[in-house]
């Protein structure tokens, strides 16, 4: 049985008090939604720590937006794995596609981050997906192929045991286009195909979320495809209501 996820992406959005706020009221929701979903909230890192600490003793689960490339030193700006480990974060997105775009974010950079993240015990979610140009192309699933390879083909078999990836059309990010719960299944079939050229039957097991305009109302029958395995959620998880209501799509 695979992990079941809702993860909420806050982005660069929430002053440290709104987002104690609204981690209280996910906090306060959470009995109501099935105890099988695995919830995440991932605040920007101004006030990750106070997350931390209005959500211990629940099982909602903190993590960081991105983490440095390096351990540690002179690199201004920049905050280390560790640092977020410290804070007693779990996860860490990274491959976002604002990050790809926005930053620069290439394979390469990946790979470090990735290193990073596993050397102090951070699950990455690992962002893949293309742009509109790239899916009218047609060359989805090339761009989603190579993304995978570079990276996530460079893992021990220990590593990839505890990974995340969240499959996100670009095209439908914060854009209110939803990818079809058929395109979903499609693409995140094909993920796990070719997960499983390199890691065999661990492909099995590794939760392959969806992102993308996920809301109360898609989530369901997006989430009642074989291969989807949960949703990173941008926009809606900035309301707790919301955010809790996609729990329930399971
Ligand atoms: C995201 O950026 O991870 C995302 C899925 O955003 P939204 O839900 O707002 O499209």
Redesign the pocket.
């Known amino acids: 049985m695979r992990k079941k996820i809702v993860a909420g992406?806050w982005?660069m959005n929430t002053l440290p008090a709104e987002g104690v706020e609204l981690a209280k009221g996910v906090a306060a929701g959470r009995a109501e939604v099935c105890s099988c979903v695995n919830f995440i909230v991932c605040p920007p890192f101004t006030h990750l720590w106070q997350v931390v600490e209005t959500l211990k003793g629940t099982d909602i689960a903190v993590g960081a937006q991105d983490c440095a490339t390096e351990a540690k030193g002179a690199y201004t700006g920049e905050i280390a794995a560790s640092m977020i480990a410290a804070l007693g974060c779990k996860y860490v997105?990274l491959g976002?596609?604002?990050r790809r775009q926005y930053y620069g974010e290439t394979s390469a950079t990946l790979n470090r981050k990735m290193e990073q993240a596993y050397a102090n015990s951070l699950t990455p979610i690992y962002?893949v997906g293309e742009n509109l140009e790239e899916r009218e192309a047609g060359r989805h699933f090339d761009v989603v192929k190579a993304q995978i390879e570079e990276v996530v083909f460079n893992l021990t078999a220990e590593q990839f045991a505890d990974l995340v990836i969240?499959y996100?059309p670009v095209w439908?990010?914060?854009?209110?286009k939803t990818a079809t719960a058929e395109q979903a299944q499609e693409i995140h079939a094909y993920i796990r195909e070719v997960l499983r050229s390199k890691f065999g039957a661990a492909a099995d097991e590794c939760p392959i979320l969806y992102?993308?305009?996920?809301?109360p109302s898609n989530a369901q029958e997006i989430f009642a495809k074989a291969d989807v395995d949960g949703?990173?959620?941008?926009?809606?998880?900035l309301k707790a209501e919301d955010f809790l209501a996609i729990g329930k799509g399971f």
């Open positions: 992406n982005k997105i976002h596609s604002e962002c969240a996100e439908a990010i914060g854009t209110g992102g993308g305009s996920c809301k949703g990173l959620i941008g926009g809606a998880a």
